[in-house]
């Protein structure tokens, strides 16, 4: 892709920020003669037509809504395209980094910096609102710091403008979930004020270098949003009390845009603000769960005894839920199963909410929409952009090599193996010969629950033989992969006709290892165990030939 012409006036230069849903470039306007930043929606590359008429309606609405705002702190959106089969926004390049980079880099922002990063934000929320037009996605991935020294908020692909009819589906996910303001959680309508709670968890983030309200799922996320309050900020000095302002779990109490700027203000000086005092510290609400006497039956989701991937490997619960220590997890447990059945009622009742589970640096698996210089390249894709096989040498006969849209590349064992994305938020990528009988299975976290992989898997040991018929552990040691600690995880189980297309008895094998700048790598198989002798090989074949983003 690199050197292409798109749209007849916008070469591409280097690849400068990816994710689940797209990739962006730096790029060099051919008729206005300026760098730009493109971004290129790659999820359009695999899914059917209809969704992708979706993703090109979301894409001029994200366009739209930032065109519709005419601030400094807002990125300018320059143009929006169809370039060969999906839609691209063109953009402008801020040649800096975003705030969530800072947090990792610096572990923590100094209070003042933070509260003059606020204002500026605050100050283009403000101009979004007057312009009726709701971010619903603030968070420090979205906050971008000019080298210059701008501060700027971009991504507006899920904002909400008034009039429009919302792009959604029914059940599906808008925002990420350590920045969803408690009214958005329990179904409401979000307004202004929900940009707000989403600016002080972002602040909190900053100051902190952790989200307020992370837990170890999505579910214990949302439930601690709801009905606990964020630990006291402890590096946070005067801006303490406009971060407990921000985060009140009341909409109607806390500050609007000109008392929060005031507030900021006075913190960028080092003053403590005044009117802070007016804000006491919040206390939980008492937010009511429907119990699941008092939902609609048809609004309950039905949980399997033996929640298992259609495939019969681990389902997505698996991998995202079940990592965490186990103690803390069975406290709330009930609670997690009546929010489980709340949100099932407000999906049911045609509220959209996107469930993204941020990463402890407030970003998440998806890219930054804007360029940043300081981005990590990505490899260069297969020269067609559609993750077919390019031919290599180092690998056995009838084994190709395949280019992922999330960075990665592997061997398969044949061209026969189509890719299909289990998870896009987590970055779960299966790749198949067979609807699902075989499959291999690459997991992508970016802040993983454990910094030794073996006690990770020691710990999914324990919760998939807790619900796997027939589980038996093959196989649980240390290992040396790459020059890094590694774990490998074998064992088998029968899989239930009721759970999946391929029941009977199955075995699986997965490897696990945290590279050098702390990314967990998870690569799995599975397949009937009548053939594991075949497929155990074809799985250390796959090892060899991985090649990490």
């Known amino acids: 892709m690199q050197g292409s012409l798109v749209a007849g006036r916008y070469r591409l230069g280097e690849s400068i920020g990816s994710g689940g849903m797209g990739r962006v470039w730096r790029a060099h306007d051919e008729v206005l003669h300026r760098a730009v930043a493109i971004k290129e929606l790659t999820a359009a590359l695999y899914v059917s037509d209809s969704e992708q008429a ?24 320059h143009d929006v395209l169809e370039h060969d089969g999906r839609p691209w926004i063109v953009m402008e390049l801020v040649e800096g980094h975003s705030l969530a980079d800072a947090v990792k880099e610096r572990e923590r922002v100094e209070p003042r910096e933070a509260a003059r990063i606020g204002m500026w934000v605050l100050r283009a929320l403000r101009a979004a609102h007057a312009a009726g037009v709701l971010h619903r996605d603030v968070k420090p991935g979205n906050v971008l710091l000019g080298r210059d020294g701008r501060v700027l908020l971009t991504d507006f692909g899920i904002a909400q403008i008034d009039g429009d009819t919302a792009i959604t589906r029914t059940g599906e996910v808008v925002g990420s979930v350590d920045y969803l303001a ?14 707000l709670w989403a600016l002080g968890a972002t602040l909190y983030t900053a100051v902190e270098g952790r989200s307020p309200f992370r837990r170890t799922s999505p579910l214990t996320t949302m439930q601690a949003v709801v009905e606990e309050e964020a630990e006291e900020p402890r590096h946070a000095g005067p801006l303490a009390p406009v971060i407990s302002a921000l985060l009140h779990k009341d909409p109607a109490v806390r500050p609007d845009a000109d008392r929060a700027e005031q507030m900021l203000a006075e913190a960028a000086e080092g003053r403590r603000p005044s009117a802070a005092q007016e804000y006491v510290p919040t206390r939980a609400v008492d ?21 298992q991937h259609p495939r019969g490997g681990p389902t997505a619960v698996q991998r995202l839920y079940a990592h ?17 059945v709340a949100l099932a009622a407000i999906i049911g009742g045609g509220t959209a909410v996107m469930l993204q589970q941020g990463n402890r640096d407030g970003t998440t698996a998806g890219p930054s929409p804007t360029a940043t210089a300081t981005a990590t390249a990505t ?24 280019s992922d849209p999330y960075g990665f590349s592997i061997a398969l064992p044949g061209d026969d193996w189509e890719r299909e994305v289990f998870d896009e938020e987590t970055r779960q990528v299966d790749y198949t010969p067979d609807g699902g009988e075989h499959f291999i299975r690459i997991a992508i976290d970016d802040s993983p629950d454990f910094d030794d992989p073996y006690e990770h898997l020691s710990d999914l040991n324990q919760q998939i033989g807790e619900r796997l018929v027939g589980y038996q552990r093959i196989l649980l040691d240390r290992r040396v992969y790459r020059d890094r600690e590694s774990a490998r995880l074998e064992y088998g189980w029968t899989a239930l006709a009721k759970d999946t297309d391929f029941p009977g008895p199955r075995r699986a ?22 053939d594991w002798a075949t497929t155990g090989e074809q799985f250390e074949t796959v090892l060899k030939g991985w090649r990490e983003p």
């Open 182 to 195: 408690p009214e958005r959680v329990r179904g409401h309508d979000p307004g202004p004020s929900s940009d």
């Open 54 to 77: 979706m993703l090109l309606a979301r894409t001029r609405a994200e366009a739209r809504a930032a065109a519709r705002i005419n601030h400094s702190a807002v990125v300018t959106v």
């Open 509 to 530: 094998v997965d490897q696990m290892y945290v590279s050098r700048d702390g990314v967990e790598y998870a690569i799995y198989m599975s397949g009937p165990a009548e």
């Open 287 to 307: 937010a009511h769960v429907p119990l699941p006497h008092e939902t609609r039956p048809e609004a309950v989701p039905q949980v399997p005894q033996h929640p």
């Open 379 to 402: 490899p260069t894709p297969d020269p067609t952009g559609t993750g077919r096989a390019e031919p290599r040498g180092g690998l056995p006969e009838g084994w190709v090599r395949r």
């Open 324 to 340: 965490p220590a186990a103690a803390p997890r069975r406290r709330v447990r009930g609670r997690v199963i009546a929010l489980v």
